[in-house]
């Protein structure tokens, strides 16, 4: 697994262009790093809800990107802690 940060929570991002940056990191996995299986990332937030990093998973294997995206999709829309 990988992490990006984009944000501490005081950066001014808003959240649509901290979605677009972590689009455009997704993209660069699959057609600059050759990963075949990389499922949309988990932000990562803090207490008051920013975001302050993704969770990103890479793998040229099908079966890896399955599990992965079951356990992500269990915490994806989680609120703040």
Do not use: W
Not at 35 to 49: A, D, I, K, L, S
Not at 52 to 65: C, D, E, Q
Not at 74 to 81: E, I, L, M, S, V
């Amino acid at each position: 697994m990988l992490s990006a940060q984009v944000d501490n929570g005081h950066d001014g991002l808003q959240p649509r262009a901290k979605a677009k940056l972590a689009e455009a990191y997704r993209k660069r996995l699959r057609e600059v790093a050759g990963f075949q299986c990389v499922p949309e990332p988990m932000p990562m937030r803090n207490r008051t809800g920013n975001t302050i990093y993704y969770l990103f998973f890479a793998s040229p294997n099908a079966t890896g990107k399955k599990i992965v995206e079951a356990i992500l999709n269990k915490y994806r829309n989680r609120g703040p802690a």
